[in-house]
């Protein structure tokens, strides 16, 4: 979906790096979440806000920190990159402020994909 | 705890085979159910959701899903399959009134021209 954006989309990097990885919306969503992906267990949740002002632990967030600088960015850190953090990251996005309190239906960015030496 | 299971981790077809892939949850309460697509190189795109009503819903490229309460499935299914539906499919369980998506495993579907 163009109206979620990662940067950068493959990135290369070695043990130890403090990595940043970007996103980006233009769909006026107030929530966004941070997935990575992993071969044979799906996506899972490392860390997720409802607003700028609040950002929450999903069920992996250990080695990893967020920042939400306004309501369409919300960066994911690395700050010391490990080998088994070598996966598909993906970003997501969705709105809780339609019909019935929320769509809940989640968009997605492109991905970033990240190798770890 | 809260789980997703997709008992199909690949499937191989031929065109115009029909398809259907399970989903299983484990979770009494209220919940929003996704099929999401991911094809080879792209991001996961929404094929479906149920929120209420109907519980057949119809998505895009001819897929629907049907929620049977009582067992707690959401099986994908689509009469004919082409060649452009290889791809990963994947499960998704809202918990209603909490942020918690769970994602099944994903089913690698692979379609033989």
Redesign the interface.
């Known amino acids: 979906d163009a109206d979620v954006t990662q940067t950068p989309r493959n990135r290369i990097t070695k043990t130890g790096k403090r990595i940043m990885l970007e996103c980006s919306q233009t769909k006026g969503h107030d929530r966004m979440y941070w997935y990575r992906q992993d071969p044979g267990l799906g996506l899972r949740l490392i860390y997720y806000s409802f607003d700028v002002k609040d950002i929450n632990k999903g069920e992996i967030s250990d080695g990893y920190s967020v920042s939400r600088q306004a309501q369409a960015k919300f960066s994911l850190s690395l700050e010391s990159a490990i080998p088994n953090q070598t996966a598909l990251y993906f970003c997501a996005t969705s709105d809780s402020r339609g019909l019935a309190g929320g769509t809940d239906t989640q968009y997605f960015g492109p991905g970033t994909r990240l190798t770890v030496l | 705890a809260q789980s997703v299971s997709q008992h199909n981790?690949h499937v191989i077809l031929s065109e115009a085979a029909s398809l259907e892939l399970g989903c299983n949850y484990s979770y009494g309460g209220t919940v929003?159910l996704?099929w999401?697509v991911q094809y080879p190189g792209?991001?996961?795109?929404?094929l479906l959701?149920y929120?209420s009503g109907d519980p057949l819903v119809k998505g895009i490229k001819g897929f629907e899903a049907e929620f049977i309460k009582s067992k707690f499935s959401f099986n994908l299914r689509k009469p004919s399959v082409q060649w452009s539906d290889t791809a990963e499919y994947?499960c998704?369980v809202?918990i209603s009134g909490t942020?918690k998506?769970i994602?099944?495993?994903?089913t690698r579907l692979k379609v033989l021209a």
């Open positions: 981790h929003n996704f999401y792209q991001h996961l795109q929404l959701k929120f994947f998704a809202k942020y998506y994602f099944g495993t994903g």
